[in-house]
């Protein structure tokens, strides 16, 4: 079984402030990770993901985030902030040998203020 | 190239009326997903179809939903005698190959609000 958890429904930040997106998972066995964003009205889009190799992810947009084992996190950062960047967070897992369908956070609501 | 398409992108139905919903992948994409999403809530995840393989209807909230795929192509999400509680966004996904590593393609979903 699987399962992740996003700390913070809301996150605000001011244009050009450090952004922090915490995810925590739990997993029997090697996670695969991923971030997405969704815009309003818009489907997900991929961020970033962790699958094996460099635990640094570098993705879209500036973002990027690092698959911490012992910690078992997957915190999502961008070190400026923009405007355009507000939106709803999602970290997903899924894991190698188990089942196709990833199991989704609750999502955070990334509010950038100018 | 074209992402995934879904239609209606809204739909406004009376209770106990049915619906269906309509995704069109990523051509060549093999896994297709449903989920749901209710207002500030994550995705709920429905049914999975996998190439040829029969589907994961694990997710299905109750036998009112339903779901086809017609090979490789498009699917229908259908919900019978719609309620109330029904009234979400319907998201649906496409992956290339069937591999928990690969990541999801998204359509903008379709918002279903039930009166």
């Known amino acids: 079984a699987q399962s992740v958890t996003q700390l913070g429904s809301h996150v605000s930040v001011s244009e050009g402030a450090l952004v922090l997106l915490r995810c925590n998972y739990s997993?029997?066995?090697?996670?695969?990770l991923f971030w997405y964003v969704q815009y309003p009205n818009q489907g997900l889009q991929l961020l970033l993901k962790y699958t094996t190799g460099a635990t640094l992810v570098k993705g879209i947009n500036g973002f990027e985030a690092e698959f911490k084992k012992s910690e078992t996190s997957f915190h999502l950062t961008k070190p400026s902030a923009h405007m355009s960047d507000a939106a709803e967070y999602f970290c997903?897992?899924?894991?190698?040998?188990?089942?196709?369908?990833?199991?989704f956070g609750r999502g955070t609501s990334l509010i950038v203020h100018p | 190239g074209a992402g995934v398409s879904q239609s209606p992108s809204n739909k406004v139905t009376e209770k106990g009326k049915d619906v269906e919903l309509r995704c069109d992948p990523i051509?060549?994409?093999?896994?297709l997903y449903w989920y749901r999403q209710r207002l500030g809530q994550g995705l709920e995840f429905l049914i999975y179809?996998?190439?040829?393989?029969?589907?994961?209807k694990s997710g299905l909230p109750s036998d009112r939903f339903s779901a086809e795929r017609t090979g490789e192509s498009v699917s229908t999400l259908t919900i019978q005698r719609t309620q109330q509680e029904d009234s979400a966004v319907y998201l649906c996904?496409?992956?290339?190959?069937?591999?928990?590593?690969?990541?999801?393609?998204f359509g903008p979903g379709t918002r279903l609000t039930v009166t």
């Open positions: 996904a496409s992956s290339p190959k069937i591999s928990p590593a690969h990541e999801q393609y």
């Open positions: 051509s060549g994409h093999t896994a």
């Open positions: 997993s029997s066995v090697p996670p695969y």
């Open positions: 179809f996998q190439g040829n393989s029969a589907p994961d």
């Open positions: 997903a897992v899924s894991a190698s040998g188990g089942s196709y369908i990833p199991t």
